[in-house]
T-cell receptor
Framework: DAGVIQSPRHEVTEMGQEVTLRCKPISGHNSLFWYRQTMMRGLELLIYFNNNVPIDDSGMPEDRFSAKMPNASFSTLKIQPSEPRDSAVYFC??????????FGPGTRLTVT | EDQVTQSPEALRLQEGESSSLNCSYTVSGLRGLFWYRQDPGKGPEFLFTLYSAGEEKEKERLKATLTKKESFLHITAPKPEDSATYLCAIPNSGYALNFGKGTSLLVTP
């Protein structure tokens, strides 16, 4: 299995631009998670999908962030407009009805 | 509010020097405690799940233990390849996890 796939691996953008991060979970996994990692705050849950339905989006910072899961094999996290404080590593993870999660390699986002 | 606190933030060991990492938690009704390893530039990788006080799990030089208030990750005779950040986590909503900030371990030859 290829594992969780994320793209792009690195993204550098200017403040105010739209950023879209993509994730392909492991085939057969029905839970998908988006996390953000920074030195100050560690690894924080942004949103959690189960069977393509958002279950908990309480970690989404504000209306500038949105996430979709149109089908079982694809999810996006969009930031519009981006701000420098959004700079972080964004991880996608998936699991099969357990808390044992498999993480992707992450997307390092830099907003200048 | 459920909380996870890890200590120390960073730990430097010489090869062969055993030590322990601590994870303290507060939760109403523990549904498991999870340990992950994260190498630089990579996503966290699952190590162990512990469900009840007194439970122990082992993998190579690592042994995880659990009490009602904390978990320890014991590292016996570490090698440089054990250098990584070790994260512990407790379940949040559903299958989501609430992570501690981690302990960055460096093992020198």
């Amino acid at each position: 299995d290829a594992g969780v796939i994320q793209s792009p691996r690195h993204e550098v953008t200017e403040m105010g631009q739209e950023v879209t991060l993509r994730c392909k979970p492991i085939s057969g996994h029905n839970s998908l998670f988006w996390y953000r990692q920074t030195m100050m705050r560690g690894l924080e849950l942004l949103i959690y999908f189960n069977n393509n339905v958002p279950i908990d989006d309480s970690g989404m910072p504000e209306d500038r962030f949105s996430a979709k899961m149109p089908n079982a094999s694809f999810s996006t996290l969009k930031i519009q407009p981006s701000e420098p404080r959004d700079s972080a590593v964004y991880f996608c993870a998936s699991s099969a009805e357990t808390e044992k999660q498999y993480f992707g390699p992450g997307t390092r986002l830099t907003v200048t | 509010e459920d909380q996870v606190t890890q200590s120390p933030e960073a730990l430097r060991l010489q090869e062969g020097e055993s030590s322990s990492l601590n994870c303290s938690y507060t939760v109403s009704g523990l549904r498991g405690l999870f340990w992950y390893r994260q190498d630089p530039g990579k996503g966290p990788e699952f190590l162990f799940t512990l469900y009840s006080a007194g439970e122990e799990k082992e993998k190579e030089r690592l042994k995880a233990t659990l009490t009602k208030k904390e978990s320890f990750l014991h590292i016996t005779a570490p090698k440089p390849e054990d250098s990584a950040t070790y994260l512990c986590a407790i379940p949040n909503s559903g299958y989501a996890l609430n992570f501690g900030k981690g302990t960055s371990l460096l093992v020198t030859p």
